[in-house]
């Protein structure tokens, strides 16, 4: 009954949709993605109530029930192995069939929101003292800014970049030093590619990348064509940028709809240095 | 309310798809093909009324939602090509996703019924005097009677074969003679494929074939290849078989669930042969 | 005899060529197509007697034979997939050596026809009360009104394009009535393909269709797009246009051809609608 | 008028082709291969005259229609691309043509001659001294002897093998000597493939190779590996096999059909050595 | 000149090589993979001194030169992408170009050790507390123990997992707590796979895994089915074993040459966990 | 110790590939092929003795080593398939190992010389009595004259013609006449391409081709289209260019290198008229 007393007036669905296509087109993301309104509900309602999260894991999703949500924006989308059938049996069918069963929208933004001025790319980049900035792969017939990944020219060691960049993130980093420096290096240009770095960035030259994971076999290179690689976990080089979006949205809506970022999305991962600090971290994954 | 006191107690859904299973393995569909449960609900209920369709179209769903119909059985896969979405904009995702918002289930056997011994190609071998009858390909590990098409013997003429599967489909047939048939030819051997034959019978040889569509260029092949062709239109030569099955899914599932089969499932086309039946044909289109 | 009598003087076949090409360019028709002078004879010899067919099937190619024609030209290419052989034992293989064998001379259109302005499709178009006119797809650097399929505008009830389209090819059609259609639903704008409509109309909306064939799963699509399609039988769609292209031929090689439409022509499917006509409707195709 | 007075009383079509399935199966060929029957004349006559050549070109298609032969036997296949079209601008088209316009029947075996006993590579392999054969691909489920190309084991030296090769196809070799041999390094084993042997023969280890024709990379790779090859050209390494046959397909014919060796037929290409002998080598391309 | 005097006899190349392909012959490697003796010098000379390395980086290349090596066996194959030239502008070209220019032998195992009995994968299993243990796709006609990955029945809490984990490689490890599960949960089954095991496991069910490396999305679909998944990093998944190896091929040599692992080969990566912590990590990094 | 002594001073290897760059860029090779710097030496030192080839075969291998040759320039790409390895069982991969143990630097210009003005088409184009000269197809984007094989009009008969080309190449070449040529037909236009020119030339319509090898059906399809053939054998069509450029490179490099061409190198084939001949010729041969 709580729900009824919500002070937010609220906005038609359509409306909203309008809105954050306007923030980041859809057709600014990549072919292989699937990104936009992905759940509309079969009955339409006023959008009161928005979750932003990362990832739309179950626990997330249980959240969005406990607190009446009419629409989640999930970064990452749910659906995208296309859907045979809709069953109890698998996760993400059981995410898609909640919300279908709820009456809550789902939409999702991913490489949209990675490519667009102001977006997780330009979040991400924040962590570094820019001189300037660009994006890696400029989009064409798009406004200045927009586009794949950032390049950018600062002057700091990779000692410093590594601290400003747990502070920006607010966790650890992994570091994988190129086989010509120290941590002393001073680094002229970096490249920042939220998520997972390693095709976007192949065969890219740069004293430095910031990325969320690559592999193996992608550090070793980079490590010999003389460039350092920070890492983040995959969705901490993105996560951040859900609270810094969180109010632009709200004024977007003209606060006519109430923004909650979600408290259970956190990346899987927590990296444990020894045997000591598992029960604090593992709390922490409990959430 | 009336829902309620209903006079059937109903059974579990995993009971249900048990026994339907049982009637035709979804391992005997095409891999192709996309068969068993389609959609399961968020939340579990007994299944009280089922209801049967050969097509579910939006008329047909709206007979289901107007019925409190617990489970609908429809012959073709309502989810084919996968879906990417599940919106208001597009009538398959509008039927996924009214059924998610009513706690409706959905299954769907398509090519295991075809093949299944008792199935959807053995009714329609009920239109000829049969001889004998045996699958085209019968179905390696399976029991006898399994397989893809009939192949039935028997001692007709066309016109014979005509009047009798016009009375077993209760409506029209279109006739593609060979080059070297009359009506009054007597047929020994014929080919039996429900729904689209083209791609099943290609190469088949027999005097005459009963199928629901087939190209221009494929009945062309046939006439010169001394073989009749009758055609139902596509759905007529597979919805006669839920009357059928009715009764013999209430034995399976032993009373408990009461069986319906939809009034609104209609093949799309009529045929008008002059002017004057438009109105009478046309209203039969509208039931 | 008789044949050298002909008061035709004939024309060289490089010139009735050139005159059909003038007509519809074989650049005009689709990639996947085989159009053009398909069959030329070993031995020259003048073009005195032209036979049109839409489909040269053998008895089609026995009345070519019995009335000494000197060139076929047949709307659907014979020679569809490529040959690696010219036996006796395939009735396509089996015209071919017949053309062969005869000096008879075969040319196909096919795709060049259905795009060519007052070709095919504008035939076809006749059945509809037209206000505007245009292709489907206009074809680049073609003359106006040149392309595939047509978009007529027009304000008539479903019931009277129904019985236009009747008188039009003189023979029964098939109707499929849209979701949201009575047969008195005003119809403002259809779409025409000759032929199998199903892959150039896919996403195409209009209030109505007009084409020859369309599977089942391609009807329920444009049912529920709220469109209504009409359907004709492959050939009938297509046929009647040689009845008008025949004096039209005539005039373009000034006289001096004879030009006859096949009378063994004939789509290969009759609708039977109840046992008592099947006499008269198998006589009609055994003529 | 000589054609009537022929003293040889023919055989069905189909007799002499079972004949010649019996001596070598269609079903031996390669899978890429288009064998057997080619052309079926539209009007059925008894074979009398047989014609036996190695490709059939323009002059030799000249040759049959002025010998008034009934059946062609030409051991490349004259349709190998499919033909979309059956015209006089293409020289394989006119000769399809020429042999419908002319009842002339065509057979080609191809690869099933390379691999049946006593066939093409049998004949080739009589250009040296054998100690043992064997196929190098033995065919499955096939009379012993029965296969792709041959392994010889043999005693002789390069200089013996040149001249006897020379001597058994009656023209010049082309020499490709091993970067390990000389002309009198003796030779133990030998491997023999009628025609273009790169492919068949690719990784091939034997002291010596006999094949028509191979390319520059192939002929580096196998004498670094210690084999050295002799070429024929290609036609050189299978026209022979004719003459061999001839007798033989008159026996199998019972003496009821003659059989003939095209005078026509030859090898494209011939070697100048020097200026001088251009007058009589290019006369000899000119019989 | 110290090289000269070293107390090891040596053995051929060959004769080692033969002693590595009796440990784990080549044919168990994966299709894709590339290993074996991948550089072979273009002078012999016996082999007395063999260096492990995990991965041959530049650093490791340095190594090997200063302790004039003869034989490197690389885990990882040092050519994966096949190479069409050899420069010095690609570190891996400028690797092979070392190899080749100072008379260094190069083998690499890479699959063929995951595989077999006592190879990697079980070296990485003793991490846990075994009960019982079999590869997750037995090799077939291979001896028991032998195939990809491995799995384990155990009876401990992921906690303690944990910490055996980070004992037995020496380093920090990443946990990816299952939705359902706590530190405390009690782990029966346990999935191993060395190196990065997204693809192998795909699918797999096990109340854990360890394995190298691992993606965002392939952790999340793990942790919504119930496994718990432990990341090492992708080379301190495997590295340990070399110190394991080397006495064993020192025995197989029979003591005949010399074994040593490379001290400069390291995982690309090191955590930092907070800003103090860099100077320390880093200088490890630079070792 | 005679090389310390060479009068030459040298140039480093950057500086001669930028001549060799300069003479025909890389970019202009065909996408397929594998040109430029392939083996760039582990230590730099001055390039003082280049040797120039067609093959990069073991006998020119040895020859270079004697030579103390710095720098082979081998038309051919030694390097073609990728290589997974280089070892010693293999011939090219022994080439490779021999050039990298010795410091021997490999440089391969094939399509690139193939295309540039003045290069191996242009100097094969010299047999002609040349009219006007163009390429067969122009490079877009390049100097005029460049671009893929030659279009030559001329005015020469058939005779003529195969004296110069013996001449040009002085050794014997092959003549397939076209089926309406004669020795003394005159020759209007010639289409060059040096090489196997089989693909680049496919339904190219001149009197007379030069080139090196062409398929046995690609001279029938030629040879019926009023086109002659002349052969050269692959690498003699190209192999006479490198006494050409010889003295232009020494130029290119002021003289500072020692330019020599390969005395092994040679194509692999000798055509062996009659046996009395064979000592000579494969004296030849073993050179």
Not at 129 to 145: H, T, V, Y
């Amino acid at each position: 009954m709580l729900r009824r007393m919500s002070s937010f007036s609220g906005q038609k669905l359509a409306a909203v949709v309008k809105e954050l296509e306007n923030f980041a087109p859809a057709k600014l993301a990549e072919k292989w993605d699937n990104v936009g309104l992905l759940i509309e509900p079969h009955k339409e309602k006023p959008i009161k109530k928005i979750l932003l999260t990362n990832d739309l894991t179950e626990p997330v999703m249980g959240e969005a029930l406990d607190k009446n949500i009419d629409l989640i924006i999930s970064y990452h989308p749910p659906i995208f192995r296309p859907l045979t059938r809709i069953t109890q049996s698998h996760w993400k069918e059981r995410v898609v069939a909640a919300c279908l069963a709820n009456n809550v929208a789902l939409y999702s933004p991913h490489t949209a929101w990675d490519k667009t001025f102001g977006g997780v790319n330009d979040w991400l980049s924040k962590a570094v003292a820019i001189q300037s900035i660009r994006p890696l792969e400029p989009e064409l017939g798009a406004p200045p800014g927009t586009g794949s990944g950032r390049f950018i020219e600062t002057d700091q060691t990779i000692r410093q970049l590594v601290e400003s960049l747990q502070k920006h993130i607010q966790t650890s980093v992994h570091l994988a030093l190129a086989v010509s420096h120290t941590p002393d290096t001073v680094i002229k240009t970096v490249g920042i590619c939220a998520g997972s770095g390693g095709s976007l960035l192949k065969g890219f030259e740069a004293d430095l990348i910031i990325t969320g994971e690559m592999s193996h076999h992608e550090l070793l290179e980079f490590n010999h064509n003389d460039t350092t690689v920070l890492l983040c976990n995959h969705s901490n080089s993105e996560r951040g940028f859900l609270k810094e979006f969180s109010p632009k949205l709200s004024d977007l809506l003209k606060g006519e709809c109430e923004i909650l970022v979600s408290e259970k999305d956190k990346d899987p991962l927590v990296t444990v240095t020894n045997a000591d600090t598992i029960c604090d971290l593992s709390q922490k994954a409990q959430q």
